[in-house]
């Protein structure tokens, strides 16, 4: 059935979409960032309610308008991102990671800010020494592997990556993108050629991978049109009976 021209096919469905990018804090007024402007996020959220879904947004530092109807929760850090999927994933008929998630944090985050070790109260320190500290770093859960391990054998949540890749030593970004869909073993993984540039843009062009690495679909154009993609091919790999 239609309803205002758009397709009701998510309806009874219920979906968890990851948006925006984590931040690591180092110290109190510092954190390692990434360029993700949660816009793809927020597009398949809009486009999954206008077909009927009922939608989780986990929001990762996103500085954009609610999609009226989505259930919004805000998170900061790859470790919040995790326990909040973690918390939620057993109510999705599919999760889907657009989120930019930290691959590592601070081993230790200092509790009082990190200072230049030249105090530059001397005038002979005017110059300083030229010392920086290095600040050790561990992986972050891999949020997207976890629930691909997580699922094990089962049907549900059907699961969406997000990769953008730039090509080198050697391989292309596409090799790039098959050999990860192969290795995360989520259902679709869809790949974004970031080499000419597209963080914070409103257009896009992705090719939709599935586990083997095989292509089943292409998009170009608006995030919303890429969304409205992406959500095609998911719908056809939902769980059989909606939860
Ligand atoms: N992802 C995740 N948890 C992480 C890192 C990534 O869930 N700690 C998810 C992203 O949301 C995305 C997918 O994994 O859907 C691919 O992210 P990407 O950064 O491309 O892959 P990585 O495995 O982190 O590999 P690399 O950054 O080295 O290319
Ligand atoms: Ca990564």
């Known amino acids: 059935?239609?309803?205002?021209?758009?397709?009701?096919?998510?309806?009874?469905?219920?979906?968890?979409?990851?948006?925006?990018?984590?931040?690591?804090?180092?110290?109190?007024?510092?954190?390692?960032?990434?360029?993700?402007?949660?816009?793809?996020?927020?597009?398949?959220a809009h486009a999954a309610l206008a077909r009927g879904a009922r939608?989780?947004?986990?929001?990762?530092?996103?500085?954009?308008?609610?999609?009226?109807?989505?259930?919004?929760?805000?998170?900061t850090s790859a470790a919040q991102l995790a326990s909040l999927?973690?918390?939620?994933?057993?109510?999705?008929?599919?999760?889907i990671m657009a989120a930019a998630v930290a691959d590592f944090t601070a081993a230790q985050r200092s509790e009082a800010k990190i200072k230049k070790?030249?105090?530059?109260?001397?005038?002979?320190?005017?110059?300083?020494?030229?010392?920086?500290?290095?600040?050790?770093?561990?992986?972050?859960?891999?949020?997207?592997?976890?629930?691909?391990?997580?699922?094990?054998?089962?049907?549900?949540?059907a699961i969406v990556g997000f990769a953008a890749e730039t090509g080198g030593e050697g391989h292309t970004a596409f090799?790039?993108?098959?050999?990860?869909?192969?290795?995360?073993?989520?259902?679709?993984?869809?790949?974004?050629d970031v080499t000419a540039g597209v963080f914070g843009s409103a257009d896009n062009a992705v090719r939709i991978l599935d586990a083997d690495g095989e292509q089943v679909a292409s998009a170009e154009g608006s995030k919303t049109e890429v969304a409205h993609a992406v959500l095609d091919e998911l719908v056809r790999r939902l769980p059989d009976v909606p939860l």
């Open 1 to 44: 059935t239609a309803l205002g021209g758009v397709q009701q096919d998510l309806s009874g469905r219920h979906l968890l979409i990851s948006a925006g990018g984590t931040r690591e804090e180092l110290d109190p007024v510092r954190f390692l960032a990434n360029h993700s402007s949660g816009r793809q996020g927020w597009a398949l």
């Open 55 to 75: 939608v989780t947004l986990a929001a990762a530092s996103v500085d954009l308008e609610t999609p009226p109807g989505a259930d919004r929760r805000d998170v």
């Open 85 to 95: 999927v973690a918390e939620q994933r057993e109510r999705a008929d599919a999760v």
């Open 117 to 157: 070790t030249d105090n530059g109260d001397s005038a002979e320190g005017a110059g300083g020494t030229d010392e920086a500290p290095s600040i050790p770093l561990r992986r972050t859960e891999d949020v997207l592997r976890t629930t691909v391990t997580w699922r094990g054998d089962g049907q549900r949540p």
């Open 175 to 192: 090799e790039l993108a098959q050999q990860k869909a192969r290795r995360k073993g989520a259902d679709l993984l869809v790949f974004n």
